[in-house]
């Protein structure tokens, strides 16, 4: 079976606290028929101490061109991308020419030829290499990737699949939005790069113990395009967000989980480990009533939240990174990878330690 082999991350350039971002917003939304006094303590419950951006927060401030965005996206997004991707190899003692597929995963920057292709410029890739650019998934992004990495890898055992998930959502930032739904993503929403490689029964010598992918659920929920996503503007993106996604989450995921461990004879009670997207303090509140969850279950994604907000696709794969870097898990424990996003769908991800 397919099998996590390495994780590594890369932060933007600029490290805001959130206190500071909460002032910007307060300011920049005064006086302009936002009910600002009452919605800027979002910033105060969102369980945020700070975020990384691609841009100074002057930059926010200003009108921008789509254009403008997409050329600071495609410079920014391949610096982060290049150091995820070089640290990620290495602790995998991997060659760039020895990976057979890339997935890249995005929802915040438009550019084609897209990133894997500047990245294989500069990294020296296999020129045979697959490529598959994912685009739109949002939050759920990282972990379908990973999904569709343990379909390629099994059907391909002696390949190594690399997914490279890169969101820059400060970049999507409208200052003339005066939706409550920007102010809110406003208190969240942080950009990040994070990069998992994953490789096939026959791609590597055995070398300890290791997250095996066991098996994944893709579930799409009826009539529910205006959950999240984006209403496409002038100037880029503009951010569709409902109240109801913590109360999706905590309807859902029990019962799609519950769907995905009967297919491999498990029950919610022999999940050791979850790596959940962390959306939210609601989204990750919605889970542990879902799942009734212990406390300390998902301190991991806590922490990533609390240090980064919430970076879409990349969220996850950071998340999993602390895992595998903490270390603190045993052969024959399970664990379960969880993302959603726009459509609205959710995408998990089983595994064992093994």
Not at 33 to 38: L, S
Not at 63 to 75: A, D, L
Not at 129 to 143: D, Y
Not at 195 to 209: K, N, T
């Amino acid at each position: 079976m397919p099998k996590i082999i390495a994780a590594a991350t890369a932060d933007a350039p600029y490290k805001i606290p959130q206190e500071e971002i909460k002032n910007f917003i307060f300011n920049l939304f005064s006086g302009t028929g936002v009910d600002i006094n009452r919605l800027i303590s979002v910033f105060d419950n969102s369980g945020i101490s700070s975020r990384h951006i691609s841009v100074e927060p002057e930059w926010l401030s200003k009108e921008h061109t789509f254009k403008e965005r997409s050329e600071i996206f495609s410079r920014v997004a391949f610096d982060m991308a290049k150091k995820a991707v070089t640290d990620c190899l290495e602790r995998a003692n991997t060659r760039p020419n020895e990976i057979d597929s890339i997935i890249y995963v995005t929802s915040t920057g438009v550019m084609t030829p897209t990133l894997d292709a500047k990245l294989f410029n500069e990294l020296g890739f296999n020129p045979h290499i697959k490529r598959l650019p994912l685009w739109g998934l949002g939050c759920a992004g990282g972990a379908a990737a990973i999904s569709r990495a343990m379909d390629l890898t099994k059907a391909y055992p002696n390949e190594k699949v690399l997914v490279i998930a890169v969101e820059l959502c400060s970049l999507t930032f409208q200052k003339d939005d005066l939706s409550k739904s920007n102010v809110v993503a406003s208190s969240l929403f942080g950009d990040g790069c994070a990069c998992v490689l994953i490789g096939g029964d026959e791609s590597m010598p055995a070398a300890g113990i290791a997250p095996v992918l066991l098996g994944s659920l893709s579930t799409i929920y009826d009539n529910s395009l205006d959950v999240m996503g984006w209403e496409i503007v002038e100037s880029g993106f503009s951010v569709i967000f409902s109240r109801d996604i913590p109360q999706i989450v905590k309807e859902n995921v029990k019962p799609n989980i519950t769907e995905l461990l009967t297919k491999h004879d498990l029950k919610i009670e022999g999940i050791q480990h979850y790596i959940t997207h962390p959306g939210g303090m609601k989204v990750i509140s919605a889970y542990e009533e879902s799942l009734g969850l212990n406390s300390g279950t998902l301190d991991l994604p806590r922490k990533v939240l609390r240090d980064h907000g919430n970076m879409s696709s990349a969220s996850v794969i950071y998340v999993l990174n602390e895992f595998l870097q903490a270390g603190k898990y045993k052969t024959g424990e399970f664990g379960m990878i969880s993302s959603l996003g726009p459509g609205f769908s959710s995408e998990l991800c089983l595994f064992k330690i093994s």
